[in-house]
């Protein structure tokens, strides 16, 4: 049998509509991809099924190719911010972060800094936590280094006086404005 045939018997070639997946992943709290229970330990798959990450309303994410579609476990954001780098001073500071998959962000309009209130069981102990809103409704973590630095670099307060920085022309206070 032809290479060609063999491609279209497989479907390989289909025109339908994609199929619907039970993949078996999940990507913990610290930005691990586990499939069937295993760490995925080669990052080039990993960074393969980050390109096909979305998320939809409800906050659901999903992988999608063309062929295939499924629903994946996310703990609490698919990925980390594992450093960034900072150049300028007060509203000519530009900010880049990088993700742990060695992507880059410019934290600005298009990649904003947001905090998310963790639920906890005493309402007194609120935690909130910095992310980044990444393109496709996706989110990335700091990690608490890198939010440490970045907290470190604030050097100016909104107009009700909450501390933060700027980047690519926008402020970010660097806490919750509605805990």
């Known amino acids: 049998m032809k290479n060609i045939d063999k491609a279209s018997k497989a479907g390989c070639n289909s025109t339908s509509n994609p199929v619907k997946r039970d993949f078996q992943m999940r990507i913990d709290q610290e930005g691990r991809w586990y499939h069937e229970g295993g760490l995925i330990k080669r990052i080039e798959l990993v960074k393969l099924f980050a390109n096909v990450l979305s998320v939809d309303e409800t906050g659901q994410h999903w992988l999608r190719t063309p062929v295939e579609f499924g629903q994946i476990e996310v ?88 501390p933060g920085l700027w980047s690519s022309g926008i402020f970010f206070a660097l806490q919750p404005q509605n805990l």
Do not use: C, M, Q
């Open 75 to 162: 703990e609490d954001a698919p990925f980390i911010i594992t450093t960034f780098t900072s150049a300028g001073e007060k509203k000519e500071r530009v900010i880049r972060a990088s993700d742990n998959l060695g992507r880059d962000y410019t934290i600005g309009p298009n990649t904003r800094l947001f905090f998310k209130n963790l639920a906890v069981k005493d309402a007194a102990l609120a935690v909130s936590r910095p992310y980044l809103r990444l393109p496709a409704g996706l989110v990335a973590k700091l990690s608490r280094p890198v939010w440490y630095e970045l907290a470190n670099l604030a050097d100016d307060e909104d107009d009700e006086g909450l």
